[in-house]
């Protein structure tokens, strides 16, 4: 009773979740999902909205204001300092947000006859963030699996690309014009603030690849 | 950093996290959450806290609306039959709920400080709900610790008893009155409805032991 030709694709509004609706599109229909947690560059979600809007799926935002009422954080909380120290985790690690994120959207993949989701999550600029390791979404996958005895198949195509792989593969989907609706900057500042390690990163990226990034063009 | 000696306790209200909360406090010290995610028989909220001022325990209370809304199932919904059929999940499951729950206790546990979590879930009488068997547990502990980078350790010593052996087992310990404070009806019903297969469980539970449910002394 499952629908293999649908999958649902986790859309946070940013580069790499914008890439991997362009892959699931390749596949067939998509169910799209957000996540409202209270983070501070909650403009995303507006983002993944445009998305969702440009490549014509449905979009739905999750709400989870109790991931911010639970941890402290430089992502929810403004009174915390992006920062990131040797040894330490980086004050942006939502502990346990990969792992929710993806229970809850196993949960209405479930509901929805969907066994297959996308997520952007990439151990190669994972940052020291546990819950972007491949281990990690190997080993939450049998779990999600145990728990509603049903077979999910989490797809994570970005694992182990470069931020400059993905810019190449986007643009032979024929998608880099996607860029310029997505958000990156974990400071939530539009145009982007360019000094927050997730605006460095993409600009490392773009730089990388040779290629120009919409977004900055856009502006 | 972690503190050996403190647990946290997952406290629904009913007679298996009675019985964990008084072998948790065997260890040390206790910090008990319950979850209200708009469960018909939310009046066991209110029988977790009455578990927790008579044991001298913290109890706190962590929303999770979003269960409710994202699935269909006649624990949250009124308009849903509770029914069991034969070679189906039960119309009471709700996908994903302990991994949701054992989820956010971790969260909050890895915020105080603590390893050890406390679950009565408990697979002999699981009723074909498979986030209550014991190979999803040990899978989820290692999801958890994974996610997190945390030695988590769930501990769930009603695993593998009959509800007759938890019954004998709060005797041995000399808290069978905390029965008294417990809710188990599904239904919400105070006192008992007696018919959902909660009711119906514990009642054949307490006449296996041979003996009597201090819930119902009490009505």
């Known amino acids: 009773m499952t629908n293999a030709q649908k999958s649902l694709v986790l859309l946070s509004g940013g580069q790499d979740s914008a ?7 390749q596949q067939g229909d998509v169910h799209a999902v957000g996540f ?6 909650r ?10 809007a440009e490549a014509g799926v449905a979009f739905e935002v999750i709400e989870l204001p109790i991931i911010s009422q639970l941890t402290t954080n430089a992502l929810t909380r403004h009174d915390q300092v992006i920062e990131v120290k040797s040894g330490e985790l980086p004050s942006t690690f939502v502990d346990g947000r990969n792992m929710v994120f993806l229970t809850f959207a196993a949960i209405r993949a479930k509901q929805l006859g969907i066994q297959r989701i996308y997520s952007g999550v ?3 600029d994972f940052s020291g963030y546990p819950d972007c390791r491949d281990v990690f ?11 509603m005895g049903y077979d999910f198949v989490l797809d994570t195509p970005l694992m182990w690309l470069t931020k400059a792989d993905t810019v190449r593969l986007m643009a032979n989907l024929k998608r880099l014009d996607w860029y310029r609706l997505t958000h990156t900057c974990y400071d939530g500042q539009v145009p982007p603030c360019g000094q927050c390690p997730a605006c460095k990163l993409r600009a490392a990226g773009f730089a990388e690849a040779g290629i120009a990034d919409p977004l900055l063009d856009a502006q």
Do not use: F, P
């Not at 979404?137 to 728990?147: E, F, G, M, P």
């Open 19 to 25: 890439t991997c609706l362009a892959i699931a599109l």
């Open 122 to 124: 990439c151990q190669t």
């Open 137 to 147: 979404v190997k080993s939450l996958n049998v779990t999600l699996n145990l728990a």
């Open 43 to 52: 403009v995303e979600l507006q983002a993944a909205g445009r998305l969702a």
């Open 36 to 41: 409202d947690y209270g983070q501070r560059h």
